[in-house]
């Protein structure tokens, strides 16, 4: 069984930073590609960032580029986001996301989901 804990969400201030953290079990992480989306009250789950299995290639949304960065360490099955300067715009529930066969940006083409952790950033 496929299982993906994010922790690492909470309140913080604009400007501020945070470390999300999602730990994979019941896949062999090594040969998924991950990301992160978010999905703030009343709209739709967008695409934040992703990363190759083997941490080579990473993609970003434009809303957060130059202040998110994702890593992995596929010894530790982990993948993480930092997040820098961060807005009250960020403020959404955040999910780790897997994908077999390539990075995605599409909600519908990811194979396995996390159950999110809340990011509120107050202004």
């Known amino acids: 069984q496929v299982q993906l804990v994010e922790s690492g969400g909470g309140l913080v201030q604009a400007g501020g930073s945070l470390r999300l953290s999602c730990a994979a079990s019941g896949l062999t992480f090594s040969n998924y590609n991950m990301g992160w989306f978010r999905q703030a009250p009343g709209k739709e789950r967008e695409f934040v960032a992703a990363?190759?299995?083997?941490?080579?290639?990473?993609v970003y949304a434009d809303s957060v580029k130059g202040r998110f960065t994702i890593s992995r360490d596929n010894a530790k099955n982990t993948v993480y986001l930092q997040m820098n300067i961060l807005k009250p715009e960020d403020t959404a529930t955040y999910y780790c996301?897997?994908?077999?066969?390539?990075?995605?940006?599409?909600?519908?083409?990811?194979?396995?989901w996390g159950q999110g952790t809340q990011v509120t950033v107050s202004s």
């Open positions: 996301a897997a994908r077999r066969t390539g990075i995605t940006t599409v909600v519908a083409l990811v194979d396995y």
């Open positions: 990363t190759r299995w083997s941490g080579s290639s990473t």
